[in-house]
Structure formats: C-alpha cells, structure tokens
C-alpha cells in the first residue's frame, strides 16, 4: 500500500484536519491532543501492513454506499471539490482529486482521506 500521507504534508495541515484524518481512520483521540501526537498517530497507522484479503467486497460495497449519502451533516466543514483543489493541503494530489470527486458534491477532509485510503486499497490487477 502507498503511503496516503507524509510527515510534511501532515505537519502543515491544521489541528482540526488532522483530528478529521483521525476519525477517517478509526481512531479515536481527543480534540485537545497534541498536534505532534495526532501525526504520529496518523504515521503509524499509514506504516501499519494489512491485509487486504481479509476485507470483504459486502463491506467495501457498504464503505462506496456511505460516500454518496449527501445527507450526512456530522458537524465537519465541507468543501467543494474546486476549493480542495486549491487548497496547499492537496496541492500535490490535485490530479487524483479531480479523478476520484464529484463536482458539485461537498466533501470533509476525512472523506476524502477515506477516498483516498480505499483509491490507494485497491489491488491492481
């Protein structure tokens, strides 16, 4: 698996971004953690080796379902796609952003690392 996430990246983002990432993976943490915590946090869990096998596709189906629920307002800001796109924290994967989002649909900065995580998942055949 390819590495999402890299500690200059991570060390630019804001705390509130990070805590995003965070949820996006799974982990739970408390807002009022140290911003150097939470990147260690979210490097660990990048180095991790999983195994994809042990991942259902009934599951993956489910994770694809969630990502089209236009409805669910859990209290993160949302983007639109073209202000991601401008946006330093994705500068270098503005070519990936524009692949894998919809235009005109609003996104947090965990969805797209849980877009990114399943785009970068996927075993190539």
Same mark, same amino acid.
């Given at each position: &698996?390819?590495? /999402?996430?890299?500690?200059?990246?991570? /060390? #630019? &983002?804001?705390?509130?971004?990070?805590?995003? /990432?965070?949820?996006?993976?799974?982990?739970?943490?408390?807002?009022?953690?140290?911003?150097?915590?939470?990147?260690?946090? /979210?490097?660990?869990?990048?180095?991790?080796?999983?195994?994809?096998?042990?991942?259902?596709?009934?599951?993956?189906?489910?994770?694809?379902? #969630?990502?089209?629920?236009?409805? #669910?307002?859990?209290?993160?800001?949302?983007?639109?796609?073209?202000?991601?796109?401008?946006?330093?924290?994705?500068? %270098?994967?503005?070519?990936?952003?524009?692949?894998?989002?919809?235009?005109?649909? &609003?996104?947090? %900065?965990?969805?797209?690392?849980?877009?990114?995580?399943?785009?970068?998942?996927?075993?190539?055949?």
């Amino acid at each position: &698996m390819q590495n /999402i996430y890299t500690e200059p990246m991570l /060390i #630019d &983002m804001e705390k509130t971004d990070l805590y995003d /990432i965070l949820l996006s993976l799974e982990i739970e943490v408390n807002k009022n953690t140290a911003k150097e915590k939470m990147i260690d946090l /979210i490097l660990a869990k990048e180095n991790e080796s999983t195994d994809d096998s042990k991942v259902s596709n009934e599951v993956q189906e489910e994770d694809e379902d #969630d990502d089209d629920d236009d409805d #669910d307002d859990d209290g993160l800001p949302k983007f639109t796609l073209d202000q991601l796109i401008a946006s330093s924290t994705y500068s %270098h994967r503005r070519d990936v952003l524009r692949t894998l989002l919809n235009d005109g649909k &609003m996104y947090s %900065h965990g969805d797209v690392a849980r877009i990114f995580k399943r785009f970068y998942d996927k075993a190539v055949t």
